[in-house]
């Protein structure tokens, strides 16, 4: 799944959660995994980096219009078994995150894609709202 979908998510979870930091930052964390649960279309590093920066931007934005940093964080938390995985951190924590990651099949569908862009779009939204209201 793209970084930005799982930034996109992390920050939403914050978002339905944010009122208990406690619970809302390990969601956020812990919403990557089941994202990867659902099959999905994986694009190389510099879709995925050229995809993310206008997220990252847009997480931004909504960091400074809510005036909370704990939005930003919990996109980042969102993302970041992917990075630990793609630096080699902890080899241990890859295999357990490719253990929960779903089985690819290939040729993979395109049609993954869009359901992701759906996903994202609709988690956009969500996020836009939620920080126009604040
Ligand atoms: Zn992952």
Do not use: C
């Amino acid at each position: 799944m793209l970084a930005a979908t799982h930034m996109l998510a992390g920050a939403t979870v914050y978002g339905l959660t944010h009122r208990n930091k406690l619970i809302s930052l390990p969601l956020a964390f812990a919403s990557h995994f089941g994202l990867d649960r659902v099959h999905h279309y994986d694009l190389n590093m510099t879709k995925n980096v050229l995809i993310g920066i206008p997220i990252i931007l847009f997480v931004f934005y909504l960091g400074w219009k809510m005036k909370d940093v704990f939005i930003v964080i919990a996109a980042f938390l969102g993302m970041l078994p992917d990075l630990i995985s793609i630096l080699g951190i902890s080899p241990s924590f890859h295999r357990i995150h490719m253990q929960l990651h779903f089985e690819p099949y290939y040729p993979l569908p395109l049609y993954l894609l869009a359901v992701e862009a759906v996903l994202a779009v609709f988690l956009i939204g969500y996020l836009y709202w939620r920080g126009v209201r604040s």
